[in-house]
């Protein structure tokens, strides 16, 4: 864990990162970063280390730190584990799910959904990420929030990408609301194939996005 004074400028590299502020490939020289944020050299070490851990960054011995790819494996990776424990998790919060928060989540979606605002796919994007969060807690599985953690900072920075391809945030979202009506009529088969469709479609569109770089 990082020391309380460099978790601000953690955060902010890390949102950058995630929010497409650098490249891929970008280096990320210690001493420019030290400068920028006001903090001494060793502290910007324990903030790329630690971010290599969330495996934004990658360090490479004699040459330093760079902003880590996400290749076509990685997607792979990433997305089968996410469509195994997801899909789960959806079966169990449509058995579980609180009505109160149901109804809560299906507003947010339905307010969103009727912006029209030039704002709408970004807002769209934050409410896709309320979305899964509550059906991951509402699956009540803490074994699955725990083996999703690593990978929360890479499948952000994975949204992120979803404005560069053409239609993915509306498809995305229409999917989120089949997620919602089935976890609303506790239809556990149809939520777990609904979210095991959604995801399965992401990973289609990203691998795309991937090959024609």
């Not at 601000?8 to 502020?21: H, S």
């Not at 050299?41 to 790329?48: D, E, K, P």
Request: charged share 30%.
């Amino acid at each position: 864990m990082l020391p309380q004074d460099i978790q601000p400028v953690y955060e902010q590299i890390r949102t950058e990162i995630i929010e497409n502020g650098y490249t891929e490939g970008q280096s990320l020289p210690e001493i420019p970063l030290a400068q920028k944020y006001g903090v001494k050299r060793a502290r910007i070490r324990q903030i790329l280390r630690e971010l290599e851990h969330d495996s934004l960054v990658e360090i490479i011995p004699g040459k330093g730190a760079f902003i880590k790819s996400i290749t076509a494996k990685d997607l792979s990776d990433i997305f089968e584990m996410r469509i195994a424990l997801e899909s789960m998790a959806a079966r169990l919060a449509a058995r579980r799910r609180d009505d109160e928060e149901l109804e809560k989540t299906i507003a947010l979606l339905e307010q969103c959904r009727n912006n029209s605002s030039v704002s709408s796919q970004e807002e769209k994007v934050k409410v896709g990420e309320q979305i899964h969060d509550f059906i991951l807690s509402s699956s009540g599985n803490d074994l699955i929030l725990h083996a999703l953690e690593p990978l929360k900072m890479q499948v952000r920075r994975i949204w992120r990408g979803s404005y560069v391809i053409p239609g993915r945030i509306d498809k995305a979202f229409e999917e989120h609301r089949e997620i919602l009506k089935a976890l609303k009529d506790r239809n556990e088969d149809l939520a777990a194939s609904s979210m095991r469709d959604h995801l399965s479609n992401a990973f289609e569109e990203y691998v795309k996005l991937i090959l024609l770089r």
